[in-house]
């Protein structure tokens, strides 16, 4: 167990967010772990009693992802230090939405490239509340990154030519999506396939 060195983007967020506030520091009081091993059988979990965050590394589990995940955790902590309590009320929404927000102004986050993640690669039950904010977030803005994802039949020739066009491979999607190959691009790229036999996901 060792702390994960993703917290100090974290704490800047924080930091920035609530420059104004007196109790700042006391938002800032609270330990990030990273574990291996599934945690509560879900992706993360904080507990005021130690205010401590755990959170799972797995391999599918990072980059902005990984971020808003300990946003989300933080978020619990920083209500607990406001109310003493934590739950996923409005107000809990409306801190996680602050400093979401502060990390995608920071550019820690790309609000297109967490969007995609969230619809197609993580199985966060948070889905939906994070793609309503990142929608709100991203109202009038030009997009600056690409998700092109493909599920194909097995072939070890296609899966070759994958990855040499620069695709990673994700297991376990979310609910009913599986072994997609997938990729995140600046330009919009055209689809490497057209066949019926391929899905292709694209946003
Ligand atoms: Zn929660």
Request: charge should be positive; aromatic fraction near 14%.
């Given at each position: 167990?060792?702390?994960?060195?993703?917290?100090?983007?974290?704490?800047?967020?924080?930091?920035?967010?609530?420059?104004?506030?007196?109790?700042?520091?006391?938002?800032?009081?609270?330990?990030?772990?990273?574990?291996?091993?599934?945690?509560?059988?879900?992706?993360?979990?904080?507990?005021?009693?130690?205010?401590?965050?755990?959170?799972?590394?797995?391999?599918?589990?990072?980059?902005d992802l990984?971020l808003s995940v300990?946003i989300?955790?933080?978020?619990?902590?920083?209500?607990?230090?406001?109310?003493?309590?934590?739950?996923?009320?409005?107000?809990?929404?409306?801190?996680?939405?602050?400093?979401l927000?502060?990390?995608?102004?920071?550019?820690?986050i790309?609000?297109?490239?967490l969007?995609?993640?969230?619809?197609?690669?993580?199985?966060?039950?948070?889905?939906?509340?994070v793609?309503?904010?990142?929608?709100?977030?991203?109202?009038?803005?030009?997009?600056?990154?690409?998700?092109?994802?493909?599920?194909?039949?097995?072939?070890?020739?296609?899966?070759?030519?994958?990855?040499?066009?620069?695709?990673?491979?994700?297991?376990?999607?979310?609910?009913?999506?599986?072994?997609?190959?997938?990729?995140?691009?600046?330009?919009?790229?055209?689809?490497?396939?057209?066949?019926?036999?391929?899905?292709?996901?694209?946003?």
């Amino acid at each position: 167990m060792s702390e994960i060195p993703y917290k100090s983007k974290l704490y800047t967020v924080i930091r920035e967010a609530y420059k104004h506030d007196q109790r700042v520091e006391d938002y800032l009081k609270f330990r990030v772990y990273y574990e291996k091993k599934s945690v509560r059988s879900f992706g993360a979990t904080y507990t005021p009693e130690n205010k401590t965050i755990r959170i799972l590394l797995n391999g599918t589990n990072f980059d902005d992802l990984l971020l808003s995940v300990l946003i989300h955790e933080a978020t619990h902590h920083v209500q607990y230090v406001m109310e003493g309590k934590t739950d996923h009320s409005s107000n809990f929404r409306n801190i996680q939405k602050k400093l979401l927000f502060t990390a995608m102004n920071l550019k820690y986050i790309n609000p297109f490239k967490l969007k995609a993640y969230y619809k197609y690669l993580s199985s966060y039950s948070e889905a939906s509340k994070v793609i309503q904010m990142i929608e709100e977030y991203v109202k009038g803005k030009e997009k600056d990154c690409f998700f092109i994802g493909y599920i194909i039949p097995y072939d070890k020739n296609e899966i070759a030519k994958l990855k040499e066009a620069g695709y990673k491979y994700c297991k376990h999607g979310v609910r009913g999506l599986s072994n997609i190959w997938y990729k995140f691009s600046n330009i919009k790229e055209k689809p490497l396939y057209t066949s019926d036999a391929c899905v292709i996901l694209q946003d």
